[in-house]
């Protein structure tokens, strides 16, 4: 059974940082490529960034591009998401998700999550 769980979620002030971590007891998050996730209350899930299987390639939303680094480390089976100069909109629950197809942004484009972790900015 597949079970990818997050941590790293928490209270920062706005310019903090915070790093998020993704680990999964078998092998679905080393053999495939994977991604974060995150939902605001109110709002639908979006896309924030995912990287490829090898690492090589990574993709970023718009609105959190150099700011946001995501990496992997396949040794431990683990996708990290460091998040830096943190905004009070940056505020929602991070997924961590995997996906057995081509690296994607939508959350369709993914098969297994995780529960979710909380990150909260203060203004």
């Known amino acids: 059974q597949v079970q990818l769980v997050e941590s790293g979620g928490g209270l920062v002030q706005a310019g903090g940082s915070l790093r998020l971590s993704c680990v999964d007891s078998g092998r679905t998050l080393s053999n495939n490529d994977a991604g974060w996730f995150r939902q605001a209350p109110g709002k639908e899930r979006e896309f924030v960034a995912a990287?490829?299987?090898?690492?090589?390639?990574?993709l970023y939303a718009d609105s959190v591009k150099g700011r946001f680094t995501i990496s992997r480390d396949s040794a431990k089976s683990g996708v990290y998401l460091q998040m830096n100069s943190l905004k009070p909109e940056d505020t929602a629950v991070y997924y961590c998700?995997?996906?057995?197809?081509?690296?994607?942004?939508?959350?369709?484009?993914?098969?297994?999550w995780g529960q979710g972790t909380r990150v909260t900015v203060s203004s």
């Open positions: 990287i490829s299987r090898a690492g090589g390639l990574t």
């Open positions: 998700a995997a996906t057995t197809l081509r690296v994607g942004v939508r959350p369709g484009d993914f098969q297994y």
